[in-house]
Structures are given as structure tokens and as C-alpha cells.
């Protein structure tokens, strides 16, 4: 990785035309680098190091503001930030009962240069922010379909991503909360054209989105609960099922009993995942087939243990 920022900051010093051309050329490295920081066990270290790459790449996007492939990097990298890092620590600020919490501030931070690089991004595929607004339901899928093909799902997945979340955080906000339905359009936009995309982000959203929202703003608690026992049954191996059940559902509910069964599982399961043992030096777990999963997994054990941590609060 130094030698390819090394041989990119290179490229930066040379005339204009060489220089996009060389970074057109290794964008679709760095898109391949950023699909690998999946394969990232540990929570902490993520955090450190993921601010500097991201803006090293930003710095990269504004010599070349027309390349796309970047940019929706870019879109990527600040909502996937967003939700492990800030978001994580600001649920432990509301567990812990803090009325003011930075980290949802830099949550919101962030989410909001995730979806202003993805309000770009569609802008720069014939999508405007007052289509986004303005179109219903119907229109607006109609335009996605016209301007949008396959390589355009994870920018405009990670943008629904980024415009859910901030909607989420700003629940008192009558404005936002009505442009839900929108977020919901771009996601079935990519779900149906890739249901299994970026390790189970659809099926992430649609648990979520039935279960903290109330029946009489179209959520479905009940099915919201048979979505993730479904996900988690199909995806063992994905923890941040099982901890999106606690998070949106469990909790919320003050279901203690069902919370303590659930902790219980994944309780074995982080051990599982997280072994350090190299007795024979080599990785033995059963996990070991399914590093893709690593990131979503330390982020479940993060928030695992700031549940813990605040259970006698909670029950």
C-alpha cells in the first residue's frame, strides 16, 4: 500500500493530463483495497487508520473530480466510517444515558459527506437532489433505471445507506423523516439487482427498517423480528445480525429473557471468530473461510460489549 500512495503522490506532481490518467488508472485498486477492508478483525484498529486513507483518497478525487470510480469509493468508505466508528461509540453514549454526545455529532459529520458525495455522484448520472425530493416513489425508480446500470449499486447503495442514517439520528426532524420512503427506493433499486451485495447490507436495512419504525409510520416490528432470526439463521457467521436484533429490537422492547439466550450464542460465537491460537500454526477456526466478514464482526463484538457494559441499565 505505501508503494502505490507513494507512486499515486508521484503522479500528482506531474502535468495535469498524465496525472488523471494515472489515477484512472489505479482507481480500480483502490475500489479493490477498499472491498478488502472487510477482511479487518480489529475494531480499534480500524478506527485509527481508516480517517487517514480516507482523506488520502479524498485529496486524490479533488484532482480528478470527474472520476467516478473514486468517488463512489469515497461514498463508501465515509458511510461505512460512520457506522462502525462514530455511530458505534454514540450508541454508548445513549445507553449510558448522555443527553449530548459528540459521537453522534462526528456520526452525523460524516454521514453527511457520504451523502453529499453521493448526491454528487447521481447528480453526475443525470439524477438531481430535486429528483430525489421532488419524484415519487414510482418516478423516481423509473429515473434509476434509466440513468443507473450495475456499476453504479454500491454508490447508490452506500448513498441510501448515508441518507438513512442521518435520518435516523435526527428522528425529531419531521422533514427528514419524511424523505424515508426515498431512502427505501434506492435501496430496493440495488437490493433487487443484487440481493447478497457488500455481505448482506439489504437484508441489514430492510430487519432495521421494520423494526424501529412504529406500525403507524408503515414498520412492522413482528416482521422486523422474523427478518433477523431469518438472517441470523442464514447467516451464522454474520454477528451483526444478532446484534442488530438486540440493538433495534431487544432492547427497545425490554426483552431481557430473549436478549440473555441471544448474548449467550454470541457470546460463543466472538470466541469462535476471535482466536488467537496458532498452536499449529495455522488459523483453525471455522471462521477462517469467511474473512469478508471480519470488519461487520468486530464492530458486532464492539457494540456487544458496550451492551454489557450497560445492561444493568437497560433491564
Known amino acids: 500500500m505505501r508503494v502505490l500512495m507513494l507512486s499515486t503522490l508521484m503522479l500528482l506532481s506531474s502535468c495535469g493530463t498524465i496525472q488523471k490518467w494515472g489515477m484512472r488508472s489505479a482507481s480500480p485498486m483502490f475500489k479493490k483495497s477498499s472491498d478488502a477492508l472487510t477482511r479487518e478483525n480489529s475494531w480499534d484498529f480500524f478506527r485509527d487508520s481508516a480517517p487517514g486513507n480516507l482523506k488520502f483518497l479524498e485529496l486524490l478525487y479533488l484532482q480528478d473530480p470527474d472520476n467516478l470510480t473514486l468517488l463512489g ?16 461509540l454514540a450508541f454508548d453514549d445513549e445507553l449510558a444515558g448522555k443527553e449530548d454526545s459528540p459521537w453522534k455529532e462526528q456520526a452525523m459529520i460524516h454521514y453527511t459527506r457520504a451523502l453529499d458525495y453521493g448526491l454528487d455522484y447521481l447528480d453526475k448520472k443525470d439524477i438531481s437532489r430535486s ?23 454500491s454508490a447508490v447503495l452506500f448513498t441510501a445507506q448515508a441518507w438513512g442514517s442521518l435520518i435516523n439520528l435526527q ?3 419531521v422533514s427528514m423523516v419524511s424523505q424515508v420512503p426515498k431512502v427505501k ?10 440481493p447478497k451485495i457488500e455481505n448482506g447490507v439489504c437484508e441489514i436495512f430492510y430487519a432495521q427498517y421494520e423494526s424501529s419504525r412504529p406500525l403507524m409510520l408503515g414498520g ?6 422474523e427478518l433477523y432470526l431469518a438472517a441470523i439463521k442464514n447467516r451464522p457467521h454474520h454477528l451483526l445480525m444478532r446484534t442488530g436484533y438486540m440493538q433495534f429490537l431487544l432492547l427497545p422492547g425490554f426483552e431481557q429473557e430473549k436478549y440473555e439466550a441471544q448474548a449467550k450464542e454470541l457470546k460463543n460465537e466472538i470466541t469462535k471468530w476471535n482466536t488467537l491460537n496458532r498452536d499449529s500454526l495455522e488459523d483453525n477456526s471455522e471462521y477462517k473461510y469467511d474473512k469478508s466478514l471480519n ?7 464492539k457494540r456487544f460489549e458496550i451492551i454489557e457494559k450497560n445492561k444493568k441499565k437497560i433491564f
Open 73 to 88: 469509493v469515497l461514498i463508501k468508505g465515509y458511510s461505512g466510517y460512520a457506522f462502525a466508528v462514530p455511530e458505534t
Open 131 to 153: 429528483d430525489l425530493l421532488n419524484f415519487d416513489e414510482q418516478k423516481l425508480e423509473k429515473a434509476l433505471n434509466k440513468e443507473l446500470d450495475e456499476d453504479d449499486l
Open 171 to 173: 428522528k425529531d426532524n
Open 185 to 194: 427506493v434506492l435501496f430496493d433499486w440495488v437490493c433487487k439487482k443484487d
Open 220 to 225: 412492522n416490528p413482528k416482521k422486523g423480528e
Open 295 to 301: 470488519l461487520y464482526n468486530a464492530i458486532a463484538k
